[in-house]
């Protein structure tokens, strides 16, 4: 349990760390469609992998 808590704490932490990239986007820059795009692919990257660790009863 412990370790599955810690599993937990980390993909938590890293969403948080991915929500808070996502709303540093600036829209209101030239490069702001690249960064917003980078950060989409970066997020369908997360979530690709994260089906990995999925439970399957």
Do not use: C, W
């Not at 996502?22 to 692919?41: F, G």
């Amino acid at each position: 349990m412990r370790e599955l808590s810690g599993r937990n704490e980390a993909v938590l932490t890293a969403l948080d760390d991915v929500a808070v990239a996502v709303s540093a986007i600036e829209t209101d820059r030239p490069h702001a469609s690249l960064a917003a795009d980078q950060a989409l692919q970066d997020l369908r990257r997360f979530v690709d992998k994260a089906s990995a660790y999925s439970r399957k009863e």
